[in-house]
């Protein structure tokens, strides 16, 4: 039977949308519904692995991870200092976030239906389209030496 895909509309323009989340029920839920809505989703357990590999250049169309992990702002910092082309959407939980500490990250309240979550994927890549791409900064030594151990 063949695997129907209503976005996009081939299986190989799918987005590739890498979950931080080191639930791993919730990671599995999350990108199980991403998969129905056709994305292809990959989850990391932490921000550091997230970090890994996007610096290893495995192919990531936008990143979704949580405030309240630990690393998670560092993680936004990171972002925007590597790889400013890379939308992220940062979720949280009541926590008030200033614009400021997002780094430029869309914010998503929690909690969310999985189908809020792919709206705002599908928005977010939308407007990266429009944006001007920067480049990164030039990197000195290793681009792994994070200081992920707060937020």
Not at 142 to 147: E, M, R, T
Request: charged share 25%.
């Amino acid at each position: 039977m063949a695997d129907i895909v209503a976005y996009p509309v081939l299986y190989g323009q799918r987005h590739v949308v890498l979950i931080v989340e080191s639930d791993a029920r919730r990671a599995a839920l999350v990108c199980g519904r991403l998969k129905e809505s056709g994305f292809h989703a990959v989850s990391v357990a932490g921000t550091e692995q997230a970090a890994a590999m996007i610096t290893l250049g495995v192919t990531v169309d936008i990143v979704v991870s949580d405030v309240g992990l630990q690393g998670g702002l560092s993680l936004a910092r990171w972002v925007m200092e590597h790889r400013p082309d890379l939308p992220l959407i940062l979720a949280s939980e009541g926590a008030r976030v200033s614009k400021m500490k997002l780094c430029g990250a869309e914010l998503l309240e929690k909690p969310y239906a999985e189908k809020w979550l792919a709206e705002k994927i599908r928005d977010c890549l939308l407007r990266n389209c429009f944006r001007p791409v920067m480049k990164p900064k030039r990197r000195v030594g290793s681009a792994l030496l994070l200081p992920f151990g707060g937020r």
